[in-house]
């Protein structure tokens, strides 16, 4: 069965730093990968997926992710926070039957 | 495109109504998922249809609850009846195919539940 663990469900980050969010999935079959954002009171949006072609993705807004079959890790990131950039982040796993199994989101706070 | 559509956006309700929530997908999609979210439980999975039948309901919590899809560009989740502890965010969302798994799925905005 397909699972997704995001290490860390607040992360805090000066304006200008390095953001890491960490995803962790556990598949038993070659898995497609997905990061999606919440900004307050939205509906969630695609920033970017993994879908074996490359293991480097780059996504919206600076973002970009490495999917590493050694570590079994998807962990998102973005050179220089923008105070834009705070919301609530979602790895994501495609299942059986294309269904997408969450992580427990990562909230990310932008300090000025 | 006008993305996924939701109504209400916001609902307030007494214990023991019944509550619909309706979602209209993106045109061409053919397939459709319903979620909930909630402090507690996260997102979780509902139902999701194929080509407007029903594939899973596994996530559907209990009898109270009942999702429909009678036509592609239309669906509804229903509430009957209603408890505080349905209070949460339902998202729907819609995708090209999910038989292939890679696809987007695109969500809407969301309704809010407020269950008193």
């Known amino acids: 069965a397909q699972s997704v663990t995001q290490l860390g469900s607040h992360v805090s980050v000066s304006e200008g730093a390095l953001v890491l969010l960490r995803c962790n999935y556990s598949?038993?079959?070659?898995?497609?990968l997905f990061w999606y954002v919440q900004y307050p009171n939205q509906g969630l949006q695609l920033l970017l997926k993994y879908t074996s072609a490359a293991t480097l993705v780059k996504g919206i807004n600076g973002f970009e992710a490495e999917f590493k079959k050694s570590e079994t890790s998807f962990h998102l990131t973005k050179p220089s926070a923008h105070m834009s950039d705070a919301a609530e982040y979602f790895c994501a796993v495609s299942a059986q039957g294309g269904k997408l199994i969450f992580g427990q989101g990562t909230e990310l706070s932008v300090k000025p | 495109d006008a993305g996924v559509i939701q109504s209400p956006r916001h609902e307030v309700t007494e214990m023991g109504q019944e509550v619909t929530l309706r979602c209209k997908p993106i045109?061409?999609?053919?397939?459709l998922f319903w979620y909930r979210q909630t402090m507690m439980r996260g997102l979780e999975l509902l139902i999701y249809f194929n080509n407007n039948v029903p594939i899973d309901d596994s996530g559907m919590p209990e009898d109270r609850f009942s999702a429909k899809m009678p036509n592609a560009s239309f669906s509804t989740l229903k509430i009957q009846p209603s408890e505080p502890r349905d209070s949460a965010v339902y998202f729907c969302?819609?995708?090209?195919?999910?038989?292939?798994?890679?696809?987007?799925?695109?969500f809407g905005p969301g309704t809010r539940l407020l269950v008193l």
């Open positions: 969302a819609s995708s090209g195919t999910a038989a292939s798994g890679e696809e987007t799925q695109y």
């Open positions: 598949s038993s079959v070659p898995p497609y």
């Open positions: 045109s061409g999609h053919n397939s």
